[in-house]
């Protein structure tokens, strides 16, 4: 076995393919300007294929840290019922493109959703359509849009809705099924799923044809038409640059899963908890600034929580999840005060820091790096690591210690240098037992004490080891726990008990067994049946010959949290280590969970990194 990559450019590069299941059925391509419209598979719908897990057109996406979520249509307050006259107050009230990308720009996102289209803000499409059924605007407020951000680099995606269980919100049909039949030459009810699939899939391939330069759509939920008549292929083969994401369910062919707004984690930032799909899928949340009220301005100017939406921001840049902010825009555009007032405040607080959010992946998970999550004395945080120099990370501390000192797991990076990244001075520190000690801390940031860490490397992580397994699922072997890839898992098959066993090739000095689990169980119990599905008993054995092991040289429980995880041993010369795991978290009544275990990662540390460069400071 070979050390965890550190280096996320060589990481980056990797590119797996899942097995693309063969649709039948399906037409010739059809021209450019036409959808195609195959026929249905037997059983009436059209498999979903899986696409590459990474793929260029994600660029964009993977190097952003967040967007801004606008949720805006004719039910933004006051609410208009007529489409003329909510795009006449929206012209008369000076809307322009450019306020929300200088807003985007404060918030230092890197692309926009706008959601106009949205089942509770009256299906309003906010650019000039020759299809009928609901809201269009003669003005092309969706193409300045793209061209205002496009002009400052950034993207714009659209939402597109499945849903037309609100056509009748407040009392009013905001749906036109007669003008969308006459248009089709058939009756077509769009107050039905089918229907509304027919009209939603029509308007996707209008706006295609229409904006070349768009980022791609943010889908909410999915619609048997559409899988039916294969519309996320179509996308693909048309707009090869469109990024598809999905709100709230996995669908393999889209590039990106959205997890919409979670409460009940601890601590309450650390959004990234209820995230329920592994990476490195393409992964995103998406959150209200305004800590009550709708998603979209209904009115009324909540106040904004800042030490919780910068804490979501950072938990989900230390974890290598994209965040999307939602803001409750007015009827001209402009953000309720409060709102507007905490993107100003964003601007100047995170320019100081923003080398240890941009350009970054979460440390301590696929991409190497410190410890994250619970540390000493309460303290609570993330840590970053750069993609260009895996020894450059950064160590996010949103809660402090209640003492002055940080204790941080090394990982086995070797230590250089400490300074605090907003004032630029160096801080005391210390490394010993694989730990990384800070003192002296003090005057603590209210929501982000940002630590810059140099490493020189890593030491003492065993190389050319063998990794077997007492249990695996199909093409997910215990070497595949041990072969560098993140793109590849040890798979248990959900046995119970089960070993990992260690093969170093002879007798060498272990110290230490490093573990990254597969980050795809919830870490608190959103109802009975979500359990964390991570190692809870444990046993470590070890042995000479392989096949006399002795009684186990260390036992315990792991906790339920995210991120690397070591289990320290008194250090002996041993051939094979053994990792015996007896119980996960997750309980009987979790389905999908019990008895689950996959790991990324593991390796044996024959010894604790030692500091860099002779000593400390």
């Known amino acids: 076995m070979t050390p965890p990559t550190t280096d996320p450019r060589a990481r980056a590069a990797a590119i797996v393919l899942f097995v693309v299941a063969l649709v039948l059925g399906l037409g010739h391509p059809a021209a450019p300007a036409t959808p195609r419209d195959p026929s249905p598979a037997a059983n009436g719908s059209t498999a979903v294929q899986p696409l590459d897990l990474e793929n260029p057109r994600q660029d964009f996406l993977r190097n952003s840290v967040g967007g801004l979520f606008l949720h805006w249509g004719l039910r933004t307050a006051p609410a208009h019922t007529s489409c003329t006259a909510w795009e006449d107050d929206v012209t008369n009230g000076g809307w322009t493109p450019d306020y929300w990308v ?21 299906y309003a499409r906010p650019w000039p359509s020759r299809i009928p059924g609901s809201c269009s ?4 407020f969706l193409g ?7 002009a400052k680099g950034m993207k714009v995606i659209l939402y597109m809705t499945n849903d037309p269980q609100w056509h009748d919100e407040g009392g009013h049909e905001w749906l036109d099924s007669a003008a969308y039949s006459s248009y089709k030459g058939k009756h077509v009810d769009l107050t039905t799923n089918d229907g509304f699939g027919q009209f939603s899939y029509d308007n996707f391939f209008e706006v295609m044809d229409r904006y070349p330069d768009l980022g791609g759509f943010w889908i909410d939920n999915d619609s048997s038409y559409w ?20 709100n709230n369910e996995d669908t393999p062919i889209m590039d990106m899963i959205s997890n ?9 930032y650390d959004y990234p908890q209820a995230v329920y799909t592994a990476q490195p899928r393409l992964t995103e949340a998406d959150f209200k600034l305004p ?8 009115g009324s100017d909540p106040s ?3 030490a919780l939406t910068l804490g979501r921001l950072i938990t989900n840049a230390g974890s290598s999840v994209k965040a999307l902010m939602a803001e409750t825009a007015q009827v001209n555009g402009t953000f309720p005060a409060n709102q507007a007032a905490f993107n100003t405040f964003a601007d100047s607080y995170l320019d100081p820091i923003w080398e240890s959010l941009h350009g970054t992946e979460g440390g301590g998970y696929l991409y190497g790096g410190l410890k994250p999550g619970a540390w000493n004395d309460g303290a609570y945080g993330v840590t970053t690591i750069a993609k260009a120099d895996a020894d450059r990370q950064y160590v996010h501390v949103l809660t402090p210690p209640s003492t002055s000192t940080l204790r941080v797991r090394d990982n086995g990076y070797r230590i250089a240098s400490v300074t605090n990244l907003r004032t630029g001075k160096a801080v005391s520190w210390s490394q010993s037992g694989g730990v990384l000690t800070l003192t002296g801390l003090g005057a603590w940031d209210p929501y982000d004490t940002v630590f810059k860490v140099t490493t020189a490397g890593r030491q003492g992580i065993l190389t050319g080891v063998k990794v077997s397994a007492s249990a695996s699922a199909s093409g997910h072997t215990g070497q595949a726990a041990g072969d560098r890839d993140h793109l590849t898992y040890w798979d248990s098959d959900k046995t119970l008990p089960v070993n990992l066993t260690f093969d170093l090739g002879s007798a060498k000095k272990v110290q230490y067994l490093g573990l990254n689990q597969r980050e795809d169980s919830v870490a608190y119990a959103r109802s009975d049946t979500e359990q964390s599905a991570r190692i809870k008993d444990y046993k470590v054995y070890l042995s000479n010959d392989g096949s006399t092991w002795g009684s186990a040289v260390k036992t315990g429980q792991l906790p339920s949290r995210r991120g690397i995880q070591g289990i320290d041993l008194t250090a002996a010369n041993a051939r094979y ?7 996960t978290w997750a309980a009987a009544t979790d389905t999908t969970r019990y008895k689950r275990l996959r790991i990324d990662e593991a390796w044996i540390g024959t010894s604790y990194a030692t500091p860099a460069n002779g000593g400390q400071s």
């Not at 605007?137 to 092309?140: K, L, P």
């Not at 300045?144 to 496009?150: D, M, N, R, S």
């Not at 919409?260 to 309450?268: I, Y």
């Not at 800590?291 to 209904?298: D, E, F, K, R, V």
């Open 577 to 583: 280590v053994r990792l015996e795991v007896d119980t």
């Open 137 to 140: 605007t003669e003005r092309d």
């Open 260 to 268: 919409e707004q979670k409460t009940g984690m601890t601590p309450a």
């Open 144 to 150: 300045e849009l793209i061209t205002a951000a496009k």
């Open 102 to 122: 200088k807003e985007a720009q404060k918030l230092h996102t890197q692309y926009l959703v706008l959601a106009s289209f949205h089942s509770r803000l009256g």
């Open 227 to 246: 899988e039916s008549h294969d519309l996320y292929r179509q996308i693909y083969d048309r707009r090869p640059n469109y990024t598809l994401s999905n």
């Open 304 to 306: 904004v929580d800042r």
């Open 291 to 298: 800590s009550t009220g709708a998603w979209w301005y209904s």
